[in-house]
């Protein structure tokens, strides 16, 4: 078995009283080449007892793990598996999902995040009796439980971005205000809205989703979860970042490699100002930066292999 405990469905815990009325939950997952996280990820979801359906959207898995996933959707009901479409990317393969979803209420989840206790609940009681469209982030968190970079984020603009990618912001007094990641920051104690959340792990009312278009499948991997949240606040929406619904993420455990990861970010980006630009000087703008901000995407894996052989 390659030293790989297989996949076992968990039977959900009974709901309480308040929570029998209420609308079904469907979890979005795509999967490709995660690796072991996936087991975890798994049974939090199928331990979850809000969870009515997990439709697992199969991108791409070795023959060990795909399986295992057909042999967990064959045991368990509430699972629901599409495969056989090849790796579509992200935002096609989420966008397949939520097609195919029963649910009233979607949430999108990595396969390498772990929900963590009453995640799914408090997620969707936030987006209850909210105006339309509304998406809600919850907290991510990595393995230590510090707050994971990207959970919640300023407005990316070109300028932010390009400097937030370089650390420039960060390094450069004066330049603080163009940093588009919060999570050094106090995290509020209530339910806030902000610009951009992580499309780690959200909520969306089905209606909303679908209102917005869901996905824009332009995107290969990365972005879309930024245009999906400039698209609710265009269409007069809100976006809502969940401190006490917390999930962990791993992140990077992926078999793909890292510089094929950030070049797709780079150019996620790029397409993502090109696409917001209204007046002429920002599709100038947007143009002239674009093969800046990926080169600047691509050097960072570079960087972070120089650093870890220094140290």
């Known amino acids: 078995m390659n030293g790989i405990a297989p996949i076992v469905a968990v039977e959900a815990a009974p709901l309480p009283d308040f929570l029998r009325s209420r609308h079904k939950v469907s979890v979005v997952m795509v999967v490709y080449m995660t690796g072991e996280a996936l087991e975890e990820s798994l049974s939090c979801v199928m331990a979850d007892p809000l ?7 199969d991108n791409g898995s070795t023959p060990i ?7 967990l959707a064959e045991r368990d009901r509430r699972v629901v598996l599409l495969e056989g479409h090849g790796n579509v990317g992200f935002a096609r393969g989420a966008n397949l999902g939520a097609a ?23 997620l969707v ?19 230590d439980r510090t707050e994971q970079r990207g959970a919640r984020r300023g407005d990316i ?8 990618l370089s650390s420039l912001a960060r390094l450069v007094p004066g330049w603080r205000r163009y940093e588009v990641h919060w ?16 499309g780690a792990c959200f909520c969306m009312r089905r209606q909303d989703f679908d209102t917005v278009g869901g996905f ?13 949240c400039w698209r609710v606040r265009r269409a007069g929406g809100t976006v809502l970042f969940h401190p006490k619904a917390e999930v962990i993420h791993l992140g990077h455990t992926s078999q793909t490699s890292p510089l094929k990861v950030e070049f797709h970010k780079g150019v996620g980006l790029a397409r993502y100002f090109r696409k917001r630009a209204r007046s002429l000087s920002q599709h100038v703008l947007a143009w002239v930066l674009s093969p800046l901000i990926v080169c600047t995407a691509v ?13």
Request: hydrophobic share 45%; proline share 7%.
């Open 51 to 57: 969870v009515d359906e997990l439709v697992l959207v």
């Open 65 to 71: 793990e795909a399986a295992r996933l057909k042999a």
């Open 100 to 122: 195919r979803a029963s649910g009233d209420v979607l949430v999108f989840l990595n396969p390498d995040a772990f929900l963590q206790r009453d995640c799914i609940a408090a």
């Open 125 to 143: 009681r936030a987006i209850e009796d909210r105006p339309t469209p509304c998406i809600v982030g919850g907290r991510v968190l990595n393995a």
């Open 157 to 164: 603009t070109p300028m932010a971005a390009l400097l937030s």
């Open 183 to 198: 999570e050094n920051d106090a995290a509020p104690e209530q339910v806030s809205e902000v610009p951009t959340i992580s």
């Open 216 to 228: 824009d499948e332009g995107y290969f991997l990365h972005v879309e979860d930024v245009d999906l």
């Open 299 to 311: 050097v960072r894996p570079m960087m972070w292999r120089l650093r870890g052989r220094a140290t």
